[in-house]
């Protein structure tokens, strides 16, 4: 989905705030956090698109106003409760206010195809990134979604995730980073001697003839 | 779907948005709730978990990558086979698993620079440089590196000048990066373990020149 995650390219963030020694957990409750995170995925195992889209569901205003450890304690209640683990109120009931959670999936497994390991695409291939923009979860990228590079690597099949996210059977698909030039993705805004390379599985490509 | 079930839906999910006490409970109880949930239900198993995130306090971070590097720096074989099979030549140094199963290593030239990121989400090469500091996650970094990668890395004061090519990762699939800085001059005489000492973490992120 177009959603906050989907943040490469947009515009209107400032400076990259670094802090000196930064600690792994800034505070318990940041560990705690990641404690809750794990046990979760361990005990509902929703896969890693699954995981990610329940945070990508986030309410926009919410994921940019909290930092990481908040987005995954976010996504998965939002898992718990859709499992029935626990309810919204109960949570809210314990915390004694509010407990903001996800919005609803709203998207659907991609139709299913037969699982793929031989590349179709040959490293220096030219191929185009099909425009689709699903409502549910995909490793495409708004910023190259439509635009054309070029296969600089092929890196062996995974699963695909936008099946794996949405009840799909898991299938496997051929995955490539592919190489696209700053001007293709930014026009006359971009800088000379940029590239940009990102890594996709061969359903959201296509030749580029 | 019927046009009445599709307005009962939304209304109901509007209704309950609409209704969420105020004001927000603070992070730590929000935290707390969940937890106490996992632990009455038998799904929080203290031992286990305690056990992951030790390891990640303690025995993950920037300190395995910049073994790597060191290593590569003095080893031209080993170089080639991190190169070639980054996943395999980090594993001869014993750094594996979650997040560093498909490790791709790029390299920095006089002629090119190499930074990573992930647009999307907070993907990071767990076994070699720990988990993500908290501006790596942070749209800022995300939304720019993309963009204006060189005038970003000036603002964090690494200037790379116009005639070296940059080449952004954006780490969208199963492949985590991992940048091999180039070998600093005035480090001829080190031993290996002098040289792992100079390597930061971000310069294997690309942020930074040794």
């Not at chain 1, 929703?46 to 926009?60: A, L, Q, T, Y």
């Not at chain 1, 718990?80 to 009931?93: D, M, P, S």
């Not at chain 1, 490793?139 to 890196?155: E, K, L, S």
Request: glycine residues 10%; negative net charge; charged residues 25%.
């Amino acid at each position: 989905m177009d959603g906050m995650h989907d943040l490469g390219g947009v515009q209107g963030f400032g400076p990259v705030e670094r802090e000196a020694a930064e600690p792994v957990f800034h505070a318990d409750w940041e560990r705690r956090a990641f404690r809750v995170n794990l046990a979760v995925l361990i005990a509902l195992n929703p896969g890693g698109g699954g995981f990610r889209h329940s945070i990508e569901r986030m309410d926009p205003a919410h994921y940019l106003t909290s930092t990481y450890y908040e987005h995954w304690l976010t996504g998965v209640t939002t898992l718990a409760v859709e499992a029935g683990v626990v309810t919204q109120q109960e949570l809210e009931q314990r915390a004694g206010g509010g407990f903001p959670l996800s919005r609803p999936d709203r998207g659907t497994a991609p139709p299913s195809a037969p699982p793929k390991t031989e590349p179709r695409f040959a490293v220096g291939d030219r191929v185009r990134v099909r425009e689709w923009h699903p409502l549910g979860h995909t490793r495409a990228p708004r910023y190259v979604q439509g635009r054309r590079g070029v296969v600089d690597r092929f890196d062996g099949a995974y699963n695909l995730p936008d099946a794996e996210a949405h009840g799909g059977t898991k299938v496997t698909d051929p995955t490539y980073s592919v190489r696209f030039a700053a001007h293709e993705l930014w026009g006359d805004g971009a800088a000379p001697g940029e590239t940009v390379n990102v890594d996709l599985w061969e359903r959201y490509l296509e030749e580029d003839r | 779907m019927s046009g009445d079930h599709g307005h009962e839906h939304v209304h109901e999910h509007v209704h309950e948005h609409e209704h969420r006490p105020e004001p927000l409970a603070p992070i730590e109880a929000r935290v707390a709730a969940i937890e106490a949930v996992l632990i009455e239900k038998g799904l929080f198993d203290s031992a286990v978990l305690d056990a992951i995130v030790d390891n990640f306090e303690h025995n993950l971070g920037p300190l395995n990558g910049a073994r790597v590097v060191a290593r590569a720096w003095v080893d031209p074989a080993y170089r080639e086979r991190l190169l070639t099979d980054g996943t395999a030549a980090i594993a001869e140094l014993g750094f594996g698993g979650p997040e560093g199963d498909h490790m791709v290593v790029v390299e920095n030239a006089p002629e090119v620079h190499n930074l990573v990121v992930c647009t999307l989400c907070s993907c990071y090469p767990w076994p070699t440089l720990g988990l993500p500091p908290a501006w790596y996650k942070a749209p800022a970094y995300r939304s720019r590196a993309v963009r204006e990668p060189r005038a970003l890395l000036a603002e964090m004061g690494t200037v790379v000048p116009d005639d070296i090519a940059i080449r952004v990762w954006d780490s969208s699939a199963e492949v985590r990066y991992l940048v091999l800085p180039e070998r600093p001059a005035g480090t001829e005489g080190m031993s290996e373990e002098e040289l792992a000492s100079v390597v930061t973490r971000d310069s294997m992120i690309g942020v930074e020149r040794l």
